[in-house]
């Protein structure tokens, strides 16, 4: 992303913004080469308040600043480093957003629906990467939706959902080695995209003690 950085948009001054998804590093020789992957780490930092994004490098503590009629909700970097964001566009719908790195702007992709927020709570969403595929997972007490979603023909799939205690009011979401885990007060679930199958872990060790 070398691109980015050698823009004369580059300031100085860091500004106040909330971190939302890292970029991973490149330093794979067999990664699919493309333009902007010659930077080791890159950050995508959206403000909180506004539509103005940061794209930022950690170690040379530079960035700049660039405004896009988006307000994204979630983000995600792909193996082959491409950058998804779900964009609010209504109460019912977020639109999948993918970065054109030459370009530099958004290409809009399919929308998916989102669950409808309550009166005192509002879903939590993630976008993330699993063996080359992007998946939307959101919760909202008591309910937990997954879909699939296929470049080839920009649509999303509904994928299986979890067998739970119904204690969905903090979750935690990650992706990790192939598969997705969805962290509760109570339990773990783990995802198998291969299997399209999702299992309940065994209570681990670091669960906290009197």
């Known amino acids: 992303m070398m691109t980015i950085l050698d823009h004369p948009l580059v300031r ?4 106040k913004s909330a971190v939302k998804n890292v970029v991973k590093e490149t330093s794979n020789v067999n ?17 909180e308040r506004t539509n103005e994004m940061l794209w930022m490098n950690p170690g040379e503590g530079k960035y ?8 994204p909700v979630a983000g995600t ?14 109460s019912k719908k977020h639109s999948l957003f993918k970065y054109n790195h030459v370009k530099n702007n958004w290409e809009r992709k399919q929308s998916v629906s989102r ?8 879903p939590t969403d993630y976008l993330m990467e699993v063996d080359g595929q992007l998946f939307y997972l959101t919760v909202l007490d008591p309910k937990v939706v997954l879909k699939k979603y296929n470049e080839h023909t920009n649509k999303w799939h509904s994928c299986p959902t979890p067998q739970h205690d119904g204690w969905l009011e903090w979750t ?8 997705i885990y969805l962290l509760t007060p109570a339990e773990i679930h783990c995802y198998d995209p ?6 309940k872990k065994t209570q681990s060790d670091y669960s906290e003690r009197s």
């Not at 990664?31 to 403000?47: C, N, P, Q, V, W």
């Not at 970097?77 to 209504?90: F, G, P, R």
């Not at 291969?194 to 299992?199: L, P, V």
């Open 64 to 71: 700049i600043r660039c405004q896009y009629n988006i307000s």
């Open 115 to 122: 669950l409808d927020p309550s009166d005192d709570s509002t």
């Open 12 to 15: 100085e001054d860091p500004g």
């Open 172 to 179: 935690v979401a990650v992706s990790c080695n192939q598969h």
């Open 31 to 47: 990664m699919k080469r493309r333009i902007g992957m010659d930077t080791m780490e890159m950050a995508l930092i959206f403000s």
């Open 77 to 90: 970097v792909t193996s082959d480093n491409d950058i998804y964001v779900l964009s609010e566009v209504s």
């Open 194 to 199: 291969r299997e399209n199958h999702w299992c």
